[in-house]
């Protein structure tokens, strides 16, 4: 492969919970543009969170190898400062530099009580939401920024689930879960300030309507048979791969005038538009206008001009 092939050959990323879903497709795609991953999660070959899921972090740094990359897996709680600080000791005692940040640590989808008020809400439960979605994220980018702005043209990507404008105009579900979403797109603002005049570009980055292992699970249905889930609801038919989103961070990391994007609320749909790339199945799934054009407004499902 040449270096056109693999931009990000040379280049040291860290995806923070990767075990699953986005984290792992965009730790996948950095691989395949040649980076060096590290992956993290609390899920491991022996031993799981208590998501009780089969995925683990091991099998993501697999597939990041496999893909042209190389992954290293590590088991980090993010919530636990010393054990990130010890990871990224490890990143600087191995490759002495970190390119790419992903904040994607979430870890909150059994947690969430739909369309509960607060007072009806398990306080515990959303509590653990709050501080798995935020928390984690601060702790991180205390250990991780130093590292990060050794070097310039570092990136920093936020993963969140919405938009800034799409958040902005819909409450999500419940307090706890609205503010889970709507904090990292402020806190990638946070970075632009912080990191942008040390030479760092912060973003935030938001998948579509994610056809993760959860997701799938949830539907009964497997990556080969998605569409069946149409039956139950039309509307997924507007879905995406999580590797979309991967493509969507691997091409801003391979930009070297990502730094148009500073502070901004990006989506793996917008991304493809600016950049070209597609889907597995070749196409563009534009999510997010989908769902205000269509779902949102009550009509039936199609996405003919939407992906």
């Known amino acids: 492969m040449t270096q056109t092939d693999r931009p990000l050959t040379g280049k040291v990323a860290l995806v923070a919970g990767a075990t699953r879903g986005a984290g792992r497709g965009i730790a996948v795609e950095l691989g395949a543009a040649g980076a060096t991953v590290y992956v993290t999660g609390r899920t491991t070959r022996t031993r ?29 709680d993010h919530l636990v400062p010393e054990q990130v600080e010890r990871l990224v000791d490890r990143i600087r005692a191995e490759h002495g530099r970190l390119d790419v940040l992903v904040n994607d640590i979430w870890g909150g989808e059994y947690l969430t009580g739909w369309d509960k008020p607060v007072w009806e809400h398990s306080l515990t439960d959303g509590l653990r939401i709050l501080r798995l979605a935020i928390d984690t994220h601060l702790v991180t980018a205390h250990h991780a920024f130093p590292l990060l702005i050794e070097r310039p043209g570092g990136l920093v990507v936020e993963v969140t689930d919405g938009t800034a404008d799409y958040n902005a105009e819909n409450y999500r579900l419940n307090a706890f ?24 570009t912060a973003v935030v980055i938001t998948p579509g309507w994610l056809r993760s292992e959860i997701m799938l699970h949830e539907f009964g249905v497997t990556e080969e048979n998605w569409r069946d889930a149409c039956a139950k609801q ?10 979309f989103v991967g493509r969507a961070v691997a091409a801003l990391a391979a930009d070297p005038d990502r730094n148009r994007w500073q502070g901004q609320s990006l989506s793996s749909g917008g991304l493809a538009k600016e950049y070209g790339f597609t889907d597995l199945d070749g196409s563009q799934p534009d999510a997010w206008r989908y769902l205000v054009e269509l779902q949102d407004a009550g009509k039936p499902a199609d996405v003919t001009g939407y992906r």
């Open 48 to 76: 799981q969170s208590e998501y009780g899921r089969p995925e683990t972090i091991e099998d993501t740094a697999d597939l990041v190898t496999a893909a042209g990359g190389t992954g290293i897996a590590v088991p980090t």
């Open 177 to 200: 879960y609205d503010l889970a979403k709507v904090a990292p797109i402020r806190l990638a603002r946070s970075w632009a300030h912080e990191l942008g005049p040390r030479g760092a």
């Open 234 to 243: 039309p509307h997924f038919a507007i879905s995406e791969t999580p590797r």
